[in-house]
Nanobody, 115 residues
Framework: QVQLVESGGGLVQPGESLRLSCAAS????????MGWHRQAPGKQRELVAV???????NYADSVKGRFTISRDNAKNTVYLQMNSLKPEDTAVYYC?????????WGQGTQVTVSS
């Protein structure tokens, strides 16, 4: 059994920052990649950023230069530093991990950017 638990969401004003964390626990043999997706009301879930076990990263065009994904392999944790937040970043953010041969999802954390 593997669990992903996110934390760090909240309400901020435009231009401010937030840092999301996602910790994986349970029967973990190998984590190949971890990433963040988001889903805004009435929209499909989309990829925000992903990082491989080797440290390679990929970002959605809409967050490049503002968001940074990182991971602590010793802690099985991935982070998403979000700077210069915009109202259009408002969404539920989900952590996803490719662990072994399966994909696991966290429960989601709400990020709201509003003045």
């Amino acid at each position: 059994q593997v669990q992903l638990v996110e934390s760090g969401g909240g309400l901020v004003q435009p231009g401010e920052s937030l840092r999301l964390s996602c910790a994986a626990s349970g029967r973990i043999f190998k984590i190949y990649s971890m990433g963040w997706h988001r889903q805004a009301p009435g929209k499909q879930r989309e990829l925000v950023a992903v990082i491989t076990s080797g440290g390679n990263t990929n970002y959605a065009d809409s967050v490049k230069g503002r968001f940074t994904i990182s991971r602590d392999n010793a802690k099985n944790t991935v982070y998403l530093q979000m700077n210069s937040l915009k109202p259009e970043d408002t969404a539920v953010y989900y952590c996803k991990g490719r662990i072994g041969v399966l994909d696991y999802w966290g429960q989601g954390t709400q990020v709201t950017v509003s003045s």
